[in-house]
């Protein structure tokens, strides 16, 4: 009998040296050296005076990107998942109705998540790629009366945005219902007016447009929600996701709940500073406009859109797959050959759209340039019918190069 785990060879596994990838799919983005730089530098106590600080920042600097004076504005610890279930998780209680979107992937988990706190799930439909419609979502609403309605701004899986967000949040308050938005691919990337717009609960991710590392994720509640929240008959099935107990970190109060990730905060307070430094609305304008010049690109290349102007999302762009061409091939060559990261389609659009994506510190005049020149190489050498020279020229064209 040997003793359990064996000996490791530690010159076989190495120093960590990742590859240099320009990440330009679904998230992460690329992070900004200053992000980097403040993740390297030393740990305090998640209780010690100066942390306790660097909290209020961090909580002022949400409130500006979200747009929103709600007093419940933190960054809960884990990914964007774990900010869509303390949503979720809170909001809905055993017995409540949540109405939800068929429209795309994070449609399906808000559904799921819903289910697992115990709630009933009603669905608005619409197909993969398109958005709501104000009248199926005012219709699904008179039909089955919900507590809670959720829809997603920013549909990563189909590269759509949704528009009449405030004619949604109308619809859903005359009939009661809390809002909950997901926003984890529009913050910081494209117009989000959390108070504006009558979102009574928005969970995002920092990875995304905010290009920080995963792991502290935005979430925002108006009173009203919180009300919701902390007059629950039951407890909320999370105890690690109850935002009764974190209030008691994240409000006055300051205890004890769990350790913030400290490194975490760091991150996303820096990331959140550059977001003020920039401008909210002169980094949507941004977004907009390299994306525009992305579009441009591909569009001239002779590559289609799969959303129409109308709802295009600057943040993730879905480019149809052309003609007999696979799209995993694509994405693996583009890795391989130009260490750029694109992904493929999801669901219901597997295999018909390339998702590229153009968040945060990776919309760059120069990473367009090298996602047009990369993927029009490697469209061209599998044959697919294509002009990568035409779509270079419109990108920089449209950059004003
Ligand atoms: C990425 C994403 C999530 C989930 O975030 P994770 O950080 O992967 O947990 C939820 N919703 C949307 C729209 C996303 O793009």
């Known amino acids: 009998m040997t003793a359990g785990g064996g000996s490791v ?11 240099d990838r320009t990440l330009m799919g679904p998230g992460p983005s690329d992070v900004h050296p200053r992000v980097l730089k403040a993740m390297s530098t030393p740990l305090v106590g998640h209780l010690d005076p100066s942390f306790i600080e660097i909290m209020n920042d961090v909580q002022e600097l949400l409130r500006y ?15 964007g998942s774990a900010a869509m279930e303390a949503a979720i998780g809170n909001l809905v209680e055993p017995g409540d109705t949540m109405l939800v979107p068929t429209n795309g992937y994070f449609g399906g988990r808000m559904a799921s998540m819903a289910r697992r706190a115990g709630g009933d799930v009603v669905e608005v439909d619409a197909p993969w790629g ?16 919900p507590d809670v309605f959720g829809f997603v701004h920013a549909e990563t899986s189909t590269g759509v945005l949704q528009p009449d ?46 290009s920080c590392p995963p792991g502290a994720s935005p979430l925002t509640l108006s009173d009203d929600a919180m ?66 010049a992305l579009k441009a690109g591909v569009e001239a290349m002779g590559l289609e859109m799969n959303a129409p102007d109308a709802y295009w999302l600057p943040s993730l762009n879905a480019v149809r797959v052309p003609e007999g061409i696979d799209d995993g091939d694509v994405c693996t060559e583009l890795l391989e050959r130009y260490d ?56 920089r064209r449209a950059l004003g190069e």
């Not at 990107?65 to 990914?79: A, E, H, K, L, Q």
Request: with cysteine.
């Open 9 to 19: 060879d530690v010159s076989e596994i190495g120093e960590l040296v990742p590859p």
């Open 65 to 79: 990107t979200f747009r929103t004076d709600n007093r419940w504005t933190i960054p809960v610890s884990g990914t």
């Open 130 to 145: 398109e958005p709501l419609e104000p009248d199926d979502v005012a219709d699904a609403l008179a039909e089955h009366d």
């Open 165 to 210: 967000v405030p004619e949604l949040t109308a619809a859903a308050h005359d009939h009661d219902a809390v809002v909950i938005a997901d926003t984890v691919t529009s913050i910081g990337g494209v117009e989000l007016r959390v108070d504006e717009w009558g979102i009574d609960v928005a969970y995002a991710g920092p990875q995304k447009c905010l």
């Open 227 to 292: 009300e919701k929240v902390l007059s629950r008959e039951e407890q909320s099935r999370s105890w690690y996701l109850d935002l009764s107990l974190l209030e008691g970190y994240w409000g006055d109060e300051r205890a004890y709940h769990h350790t913030a990730p400290i490194t975490s905060v760091y991150a996303i307070r820096e990331a959140l500073r550059l977001v003020a430094e920039e401008g909210i609305e002169q980094r949507w304008a941004r977004h907009e406009r390299l994306a525009g």
């Open 340 to 395: 750029l990261e694109i992904a493929s389609g999801l669901g219901d659009l597997d295999g018909d759209i390339f998702r590229i994506g153009c968040m945060g510190h990776s919309a760059r005049p120069e990473n367009v340039i090298y996602v047009l020149t990369a993927l029009g190489d490697v469209l061209e050498g599998m044959g697919a019918d294509v002009d990568p020279g035409r779509g270079v020229t419109a990108g």
